[in-house]
């Protein structure tokens, strides 16, 4: 038989510790880098090419409107000046003018058989029509007063003055308050 050798551990073995690994660190440490290089390389390529760019775009248009202006002799601006402003004013007046043909469409809208309107003033400043007019009977007077009432475009119905005629109808004067933005546009 032969002599069998057993290997018996170092005594020191068994009270090492091994070193943790420090694989996940350097990695982040690189990938960081690279974003960071990455990030540089975006601001001074946005810095210097595209600014560069965008300053040389602005340049050749504002040499155009030179030339554009150029070609315009200044009369020709001043005289298109002038129309742009007259335009600009009409505008402004249109946009406050009264259609006070709108007032026809309510009275034509808004009356009843037997009522005949005779004549009709309107007071820009306060928006108020002033009809006057007849029909059948009081009744009758009393529908139609119901009926403007109602409209939309009416804020105010009075009855001013009313008399009897001869023939048994009746004379009235009515005031009606009309919405100013109903004035402001035009009725189709």
Not at 10 to 36: C, Q
Not at 86 to 110: A, D, G, P, T, W
Not at 127 to 150: E, H, P, R, Y
């Amino acid at each position: 038989m032969s002599p069998t050798f057993e290997t018996q551990p170092n005594k020191g073995d068994e009270f090492t510790i091994s070193a943790p690994s420090a694989g996940l660190p350097w990695r982040l440490m690189i990938f960081s880098g690279v974003l960071f290089a990455f990030s540089i390389f975006i601001f001074f390529g946005i810095r210097f090419g595209y600014t560069g760019y965008l300053d040389n775009q602005s340049t050749q248009i504002d040499q155009q409107l030179e030339t554009l202006a150029k070609k315009i002799n200044e009369t020709d601006q001043e005289k298109f000046i002038g129309f742009y402003s007259q335009i600009v004013n009409l505008r402004m007046v249109l946009e406050k003018h009264l259609y006070i043909s709108n007032v026809f469409k309510i009275l034509e809208k808004y009356t009843i058989q037997p009522v005949v309107f005779k004549d009709a003033s309107f007071d820009t400043v306060s928006n108020a029509i002033q009809v006057n007019g007849s029909t059948d009977s009081f009744n009758s007077l009393a529908q139609q007063m119901a009926i403007l009432g109602k409209a939309p475009e009416i804020t105010r119905v009075s009855l001013d003055t009313i008399s009897l005629q001869l023939s048994g109808g009746v004379n009235f004067l009515i005031k009606l308050q009309v919405q100013p933005a109903f004035l402001l546009k035009a009725s189709t």
